[in-house]
């Protein structure tokens, strides 16, 4: 089944890279079919969508976080990277990836647990 797990530092320093990676198993990320995305949810607030890559490598990125934001990917690793630059403690949040598919987006059918980045020096 299908399985994404998001990994990285628990703390990050004000002007430094945020960098997260999710590793999917159960499916490939090269597959047509869907958008990868990062997502997170500050305390207290709503999700707040960050961005995705697709199956070509081409991305998508929230205009709020445009200048600021790049997600990568290895296919021969099955993952995907956000790097999230110069990060302040508006930042602080929980960051998720998930899938979507890309022919009814309005499904984000798997999700992985979660994990929080606090920017704090």
């Known amino acids: 089944h299908v399985q994404l797990q998001e990994s990285g530092p628990g703390l990050v320093k004000p002007s430094q890279t945020l960098s997260l990676t999710c590793a999917v198993s159960?499916?490939?990320?090269?597959?047509?079919?869907?958008?990868w995305n990062w997502i997170r949810q500050p305390p207290g607030k709503g999700l707040e969508w960050i961005g995705y890559?697709?199956?070509?490598?081409?991305?998508n990125y929230s205009p709020s976080l445009k200048s600021r934001t790049s997600i990568s990917r290895d296919t021969t690793k099955n993952q995907f990277t956000l790097q999230l630059d110069s990060v302040t403690p508006e930042d602080t949040a929980v960051y998720f990836c998930?899938?979507?598919?890309?022919?009814?987006?309005?499904?984000?059918?798997?999700w992985g647990q979660g994990t929080q980045v606090t920017v704090s020096s």
């Open positions: 998930a899938r979507q598919n890309r022919y009814r987006p309005h499904e984000y059918d798997y």
């Open positions: 159960g499916t490939s990320i090269a597959t047509n079919s869907y958008y």
């Open positions: 890559i697709q199956n070509s490598g081409s991305t």
